[in-house]
C-alpha cells in the first residue's frame, strides 16, 4: 500500500512557475512508477508526464513537454514537477499517482496506476 500526498500548487501569473511535491509512503518507492496527472474544470483528467524507477527515463504530455519537469528522489520518497512558463490552460487539480508495473510504458492513461494522491490546486492568472 502507498500514500500520496501531494504539495505546492497555489496561484501563479502567466509566466511564472511552481514546483509540486509528493510524498510516499512506504518503503518499497523506489519500485514504482511515478507520474501526474491534471483535471481542468468540467474537463476529462489528463496525462501530464511519468517517470521510471530509477528516474532515468521520462515521458511528456505534448501540452508541456519544454516546460514541465518530473523528477524524484528515492532516498526522500518523493517526485517533484518543475512547472515553468505556466498559461492559464495549464489551471487544474494535478495529482500524484504511483504504478507498479510498467510494462505498458509510458502508461498514459489513468487506469495503469494504482495509486492517487489527494490532489493539489494550480491556478494561472492571465
Known amino acids: 500500500q502507498v500514500q500520496l500526498v501531494e504539495s505546492g500548487g497555489g496561484l501563479v501569473q502567466a509566466g511564472g512557475s511552481l514546483r509540486l511535491s509528493c510524498a510516499a509512503s512506504?518503503?518499497?518507492?523506489?519500485?514504482?512508477?511515478m507520474g501526474w496527472f491534471r483535471q481542468a474544470p468540467g474537463k476529462e483528467r489528463e496525462f501530464v508526464t511519468v517517470?521510471?524507477?530509477?528516474?532515468?527515463?521520462?515521458y511528456y504530455a505534448d501540452s508541456v513537454k519544454g516546460r514541465f519537469t518530473i523528477s524524484r528522489d528515492n532516498a526522500k520518497n518523493t517526485v517533484y514537477l518543475q512547472m515553468n512558463s505556466l498559461k492559464p490552460e495549464d489551471t487544474a487539480v494535478y495529482y500524484c499517482?504511483?504504478?507498479?508495473?510498467?510494462?505498458?510504458?509510458?502508461?498514459?492513461?489513468?487506469?495503469?496506476?494504482?495509486?492517487w494522491g489527494q490532489g493539489t490546486q494550480v491556478t494561472v492568472s492571465s
Open positions: 499517482v504511483a504504478a507498479q508495473n510498467e510494462v505498458n510504458w509510458p502508461l498514459r492513461k489513468t487506469y495503469e496506476y494504482d495509486y
Open positions: 512506504g518503503r518499497t518507492f523506489r519500485r514504482y512508477v
Open positions: 517517470v521510471n524507477w530509477s528516474g532515468g527515463v521520462t
